[in-house]
């Protein structure tokens, strides 16, 4: 039986107040009596769960927020870059020390904000330290890059209550204060995303593992959470002390508001906002989905970040079809043009104006030169006319227009929204077939494979062999005259590792012809 929830059997209003699913560790259990569980924090699941529990380590979910203890820095996995030898140096007007801080907000992926003993944040209005001198309250940093610093809201009263660490801690209460001193600010078990945040209360199953004294999926509503579960559509989707639904449970913190239209800001999707994205797109009601929905692709347990590889499903294990056909001339991925960093949570990079930190879940892209964004640029754009979608903006000049020595040619608008409506024509892309003639054989192939094309003029030609996923395993460049040529390629990647059995994609590009033929590779 589940032990995570007090259940009311639906919001409704009483005396005034609307009641929900509560955070609490109480449970109404048949005849109207209550069971308690309580949190035991993540150390107590490594003796059965080691494997888990390593991954969770290693991945972002811990580090949501660390509690400063004995006036030392938090302790950050190796793969996070985050130049943190440089914070108490820079953070305000750089007289800090860890004295001085009760908590430090994130600081593994993008960004690190800092919480002082008054429980104020850093260089925000009511903080009782010096205020952010030169705009230094929040650094941001992404992919191994110093973003430096920003300043943060520095006119607004940020307090690190209930309202901020619900979804950056476990076992969060409206009551009591975490930081003592420092009154009325809520209490929470465990500081960052433990194990206890996604599958409930675990003292029951401390005490006596079993499967029936666990939550599998942890459903629970915010405290603060008005409309008492997640809005899709105007239709309020609320816990189920005894479902299973990774969807809810993901959702209940990647999104801003718990209702629908997608948060933007600046030109750009806000942090927060990925099941809101994902629950417009045709994969959220997907069969092939098998009501899994996030974890048909993530492993909850790992991270993507860093190179990490919580990814266990590639888009094309469903789209091959689209990968076969793909007019694009460089080593692009799905990612880039369906998921590309269109949100942001600390910084915008590049100069191309459209690439955030954040990758986008929307996955569709429309392709013309309109706004993806309503008028006053709040939310996302999703109506009748226009559907929640992605533009050539974010997918196309997110790259083409990022550096002007990239050898990534720039494109207008205009030019990116042509060239995205026949990306994957297969039309558009067999009509050049006959131009090259290109050939791949043996097919199926054990490792040695002949590639041949035939050019009627002297061209540079460049042989790309992609997975299923997008994702390039081995490309060479060279210049050839007119007549047939035959190049042998010995089946290894460009890293010089031999490449699994399976499907692969040979595209060769002359000039401005492209030709793609399926190639399978056997053991």
Not at 144 to 173: A, M, R, S
Request: aromatic share 10%; proline share 5%; charged share 15%.
């Amino acid at each position: 039986m589940k032990k995570s929830l007090l259940l009311l059997i639906s919001p409704v209003l009483l005396t005034g107040l609307l009641l929900v699913f509560t955070s609490s560790d109480f449970l109404m259990v048949p005849g109207g009596k209550f069971q308690t569980a309580s949190f035991v924090g993540s150390e107590a699941c490594q003796t059965c769960h080691s494997s888990k529990y390593n991954d969770w380590v290693e991945s972002g979910h811990p580090y949501k927020f660390t509690v400063i203890q004995n006036n030392q820095p938090p302790v950050y996995p190796p793969e996070a870059v985050n130049f943190q030898n440089t914070w108490m140096d820079s953070l305000a007007d750089g007289s800090h020390n860890w004295e001085d801080i009760a908590g430090v907000i994130g600081g593994y992926g993008w960004k690190s904000r800092f919480v002082g003993t008054d429980g104020h944040l850093i260089g925000t209005a009511g903080s009782s330290f010096p205020t952010a001198g030169f705009g230094h309250n929040q650094f941001n940093f992404y992919g191994g890059e110093d973003h430096g610093w920003v300043d943060y809201h520095p006119g607004d009263e940020k307090i690190y209550n209930y309202g901020c660490f619900k979804c950056h801690t476990t076992g969060g209460e409206l009551t009591g204060t975490w930081l003592p001193g420092v009154e009325g600010l809520g209490t929470f078990t465990e500081g960052g995303v433990g194990c206890e945040g996604c599958h409930g209360p675990g003292s029951d199953h401390i005490a006596a593992p079993s499967s029936s004294n666990i939550d599998k999926v942890y459903e629970f509503a915010h405290l603060d959470n008005s409309v008492g579960g997640l809005d899709i559509n105007g239709v309020v989707q609320t816990p189920d002390a005894n479902g299973d639904d990774i969807n809810f449970l993901c959702g209940t913190c990647h999104n801003r508001d718990y209702k629908s239209p997608i948060n933007s800001s600046g030109g750009f999707i806000k942090h927060h906002e990925q099941w809101d994205e994902f629950v417009t797109t045709g994969h959220y009601s997907s069969s092939s989905f098998d009501n899994k929905g996030c974890v048909t692709c993530h492993d909850p347990h790992k991270r993507v970040i860093w190179d990490g590889d919580g990814i266990k499903q590639t888009c094309g294990s469903c789209h091959s079809n689209q990968v076969a056909n793909l007019n694009h001339s460089s080593s692009t991925t799905c990612l880039d043009c369906h998921m590309p960093f269109a949100a942001k949570s600390g910084t915008t990079r590049g100069q191309s104006g459209f690439k955030g930190d954040i990758r986008s879940h929307l996955f569709k892209i429309i392709p013309d030169t309109a706004s993806m964004f309503i008028a006053d640029g709040s939310f996302v754009r999703d109506d009748a006319d226009r559907p929640a979608a992605l533009s050539p903006a974010y997918s196309c000049l997110g790259c083409h227009n990022d550096d002007p020595d990239d050898l990534i040619p720039d494109k207008t608008i205009e030019q990116a929204a042509a060239g995205a409506a026949n990306m994957h024509s297969p039309e558009y892309i067999s009509q050049h077939e006959h131009d090259i003639a290109l050939g791949v054989y043996p097919n199926p192939s054990r490792g040695l494979t002949n590639i041949s094309f035939t050019l009627t003029s002297s061209e540079e030609v460049t042989i790309s062999v992609y997975n299923t996923s997008g994702q390039l395993i081995y490309s060479t460049r060279s210049l050839h005259n007119t007549g047939t040529h035959t190049l042998q390629w010995n089946g290894l990647s460009n890293t010089g590792a031999s490449i699994e059995a399976g499907y692969y994609l040979v595209q060769v590009i002359a000039g401005n012809t492209s030709s793609v033929q399926k190639l399978i590779m056997t053991d």
